[in-house]
């Protein structure tokens, strides 16, 4: 069954630190989409990235960065030179698309979250 | 503001009352999602509705949840006979037209507390 396993529940670093966030998941299809998606104190998700089951490479955007294996099955986020302001809740989801196992509408399928805490 | 609206923001209720929630998603957005998210757990699927359409609803908890979109914009979560097990804060997200797998735009959610 399709599945997202972030280990880490809680993570707590002090400003300028580097932290990775893990991300496991568990699927039966060839063909998905991973996620991560920050939920800072407001409550609200903001996307962050979407990567595609087909697309190994890893990616960077400013200070973070993130690394894709299919060998594995993980998909873990990394923040170079943390920020308070980068203190939230990480999500990392997971979207199944092939044809093989009916596919999704495209809803997503969640770990339950890090909180990370920087500090100043 | 044109991200996902979601009305009201915060509802009390007793135990035994209906609720009703409303999501207006990003206007070209075709797409609607409604989630739950319990405390200390990512967000869990209820359903989905592609345009007025409702794809999938065999996630939403009970015969007691139900989703309307009927003119294939707002939509609607009514909860009859809320229970305290409900209190949770209620998601709405949308995506646009192209692409079944897109990033979802995420509202602000509606926190639901049954006393």
């Known amino acids: 069954a399709q599945k997202v396993t972030q280990a880490q529940t809680e993570i707590s670093v002090v400003e300028k630190e580097d932290v990775t966030l893990d991300c496991v998941y568990e699927?039966?299809?060839?063909?998905?989409?991973l996620f991560w998606y920050k939920q800072p104190p407001s409550g609200e998700l903001v996307f962050l990235i979407r990567r595609n089951s087909f697309d190994e490479q890893n990616e960077i955007s400013g200070r973070y960065s993130w690394n894709f294996q299919k060998s594995t099955s993980s998909f873990n986020f990394t923040i170079t030179a943390s920020q308070v302001v980068d203190s939230a809740v990480y999500f990392c989801?997971?979207?199944?698309?092939?044809?093989?196992?009916?596919?999704?509408?495209?809803?997503?399928?969640f770990g339950k979250g890090t909180k990370l805490s920087v500090k100043p | 503001d044109t991200g996902v609206s979601q009305n009201p923001r915060h509802k009390i209720t007793k135990r035994g009352q209906n609720v009703t929630f409303r999501c207006d998603p990003i206007s070209e957005h075709n797409r609607l999602y409604w989630y739950r998210q319990t405390l200390g757990q990512g967000p869990e699927f209820l359903t989905y509705f592609q345009n007025e359409a409702q794809l999938e609803k065999s996630r939403l908890l009970s015969d007691r949840f139900s989703a309307e979109r009927p003119k294939g914009s707002f939509s609607t979560l009514e909860i009859q006979r809320t229970e305290q097990g409900d209190s949770a804060m209620y998601l709405c997200?949308?995506?646009?037209?192209?692409?079944?797998?897109?990033?979802?735009?995420f509202g602000p959610g509606t926190r639901l507390t049954v006393l």
């Open positions: 699927t039966r299809d060839t063909t998905y989409y």
């Open positions: 989801a997971l979207s199944e698309a092939g044809r093989n196992y009916g596919g999704s509408q495209g809803n997503l399928i």
């Open positions: 997200a949308s995506s646009p037209p192209a692409g079944l797998h897109n990033e979802q735009f």
